[in-house]
């Protein structure tokens, strides 16, 4: 028989501690140390009582901890000495038939591993969704962990044996989480779409209206169209757009929505959560038969990444009636137009049909969106949702120092004017003054010495600059700072300088009544609220231009790295996005309840 939260939360200790008994391997403790935080309004609510008594216990205990795990596929596995638990984790990912070769290879990095890090290897092997990772999955994220540094190599043990508590916890809680399931296998069914020269390696990549990326226009609109919504179609430029009508025509309507184009050799999950999450929200509105008194709007935008054409945010800036018809023009690699990429997919390619997609602000209460991390923050925190406070601020440069080419051998190192010691004394400065803001980000990431020669000192030297900030106020105090000390480096280097400005967004801050439903929002997953800025740029910056808006954020694992592959995030934390989204949803029909 499955536990319920509600017998958790009124045994006696010592009857309750039993429930929880296993979840993590030989450490009854942190089971016994939550209990003290009875009642739990929610798992996720426990989970995150157990990760807090973890995370303030000292290293020893934790070391302690990871040590109490058997290896991978190890000993205890050849001489079944493992626990129940960990005998049917290891035999679920396969790891019990080995073949000899692969069985020597894991017996090689268990030994590397343990050499280099002094405990074992741990991996919650069931995996993001909860199925189980391949031995391939297995084995090449062994390899890639060997080359972390210790410190941080221990924090993803810590959370990989969270992962592994949480699976437990469901296990005999009999959850399963069905919607962020069924989530996450949408993820993995649209991912079979990739651009050609990607797709045969394996690799996600859906550029501006390639067949790949049609394809996956029509498979959202189906997806759609069996989730419920009553209207759904594909706009001028690609998007996909759904709606799920409400009692009232009148009443204004909700808009969210992300994109589902994707970035060269990409994650899964970019972009395309934030259309998946409230396509599940109405799922469940409509299987229950429920209207909310406005309407839902959900649009999945077709171009945010700006890789076949220079037009980054085409999809949400036809929304708000950003479109620069010149681009139609624009070519990409192969010297196809836009226009001609546009009537080859059918769609009418002018400016007219372009410009009819303008939405009337005041026909709407607003824009959300449900976005990946992409980034490390939550991850490291063991959080499984953030509230985003505001998108950052972000100006670039592309800049050139120009000093004086001559011979490395002959030049005394008082004599020389070198571009890119200059560039690099820049470099530690810029490093130094984001950091001293505590939340901007200064990255020189383009660096170069054209026609450079191991002989010779650099005569000259490009650069790119990318500053970014959560307020436009403290954007531009960096790049003061940061202009104002090159142009030092350079006088005193006696170093020529040329910068151009390429681009400038101004901070789009959330509307505080909408990132205040948010919170509410996550508050009601039982886990803790974390607010934090948006480093990344996303389609509710263009939104925020004609109405309020306010960004989630989702956890992402391995360190919330994003475009790459490695991208990922578990079927447990989507089911808690969906929660939260129904829950603004909710707290939306309440506040409009004719
Ligand atoms: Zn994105």
Redesign the pocket.
């Known amino acids: 028989m499955p536990i319920t939260l509600e017998q958790l939360n009124h045994a006696p200790l010592a009857e309750a501690a039993q429930m929880l008994d296993g979840l993590y391997e030989h450490s009854p403790w942190i089971a016994q140390q939550a209990l003290a935080q009875r009642p739990f309004a929610s798992l996720a609510a426990l989970k995150h009582a157990m990760v807090t008594v973890l995370a303030q216990a000292d290293v020893d205990a934790q070391l302690a901890l990871i040590r109490a795990h058997p290896e991978l596929a190890g000993k205890a596995m050849v001489s079944q000495s493992l626990t129940a638990e960990s005998t049917n984790e290891q035999t679920k990912a396969g790891l019990t038939n080995c073949t000899p070769a692969e069985f020597a290879h894991i017996q090689q990095l268990n030994a590397d591993y343990n050499a280099k890090f002094g405990f074992p290897f741990i991996l919650a092997v069931r995996g993001p969704r909860g199925t189980g990772l391949t031995k391939r999955e297995i084995i090449a994220t062994f390899e890639r962990r060997l080359g972390n540094p210790v410190d941080f190599e221990r924090a993803e043990c810590l959370r990989n044996i969270h992962r592994i508590a949480e699976i437990r916890l469901n296990d005999k809680f009999g959850f399963e989480p069905a919607i962020g399931n069924a989530v996450w296998d949408w993820h993995e069914d649209l991912a079979r779409h990739s651009d050609p020269g990607f797709a045969e390696q394996g690799q996600l990549t859906v550029t501006y209206l390639t067949d790949a990326h049609r394809a996956c226009a029509a498979d959202l609109a189906a997806r759609m169209r069996e989730c419920g919504f009553d209207e759904v179609n594909i706009d001028a430029v690609g998007n996909v757009v759904g709606r799920y009508l409400g009692t009232s025509p009148q009443a204004p309507a909700l808009l969210t929505g ?2 589902y184009d994707t970035v060269r050799n990409g994650g899964k999950y ?2 395309r959560l934030g259309i998946f999450v409230p396509m599940a929200c109405v799922r469940h509105l409509h299987a229950q038969g429920r209207r909310l008194p406005f309407a839902f709007e959900v649009v999945g935008f077709a171009e ?1 990444e700006g890789q076949r054409y220079k037009a980054t945010f085409l999809g949400s800036g036809a929304l708000t009636g950003h479109f620069n018809p010149a681009w139609l023009d624009q070519q990409d690699a192969e010297g196809v137009t836009m226009r001609a990429a546009m009537q080859h997919a059918g769609l009418p390619a002018t400016p007219d049909a372009i410009h009819a997609l303008k939405r009337d602000p005041s026909k709407y209460l607003g824009f959300v969106e449900v ?1 990946i991390e992409q980034g490390p923050v939550l991850n490291e925190m063991d959080l499984p949702l953030g509230v985003v406070t505001s998108i950052n601020a972000s100006v670039r440069y592309l800049c050139e120092a120009i000093g004086m080419a001559s011979h490395a051998g002959t030049t005394p190192m008082d004599r020389r004017r070198d571009a890119a010691s200059a560039v690099a004394e820049l470099a530690l400065y810029a490093e130094q003054r984001a950091s001293a803001d505590g939340n901007s980000v200064a990255t020189i990431g383009m660096l170069q010495v054209p026609g450079g020669s191991i002989n010779v000192v650099p005569g000259r030297c490009l650069f790119s600059l990318d500053l970014r900030a959560p307020s436009d106020a403290q954007r531009d105090a960096l790049e003061r700072d940061i202009l104002g000390q090159l142009r030092a480096i350079c006088e005193r280097r006696g170093i020529g300088l040329k910068t151009e400005e390429t681009m400038r967004a101004a901070a789009a801050p959330s509307a505080p009544a909408w990132q205040a439903r948010w919170e509410r929002a996550v508050d009601a997953q039982g886990v803790p609220l974390h607010r934090m800025p948006s480093g990344a740029g ?1 389609d509710a910056m263009k939104l925020h231009e004609v109405m309020p808006q306010a960004m989630l954020f989702v956890r992402g694992l391995n360190s919330g790295i994003s475009h790459n592959p490695l991208e990922s995030t578990t079927s447990d934390d989507m089911e808690l996005c969906v929660n939260a989204f129904s829950h603004l949803l909710d707290q939306l029909a309440t506040e409009h309840q004719p």
Do not use: L, P
């Open positions: 992300s994109h970019d972009g945010e976005h996303h």
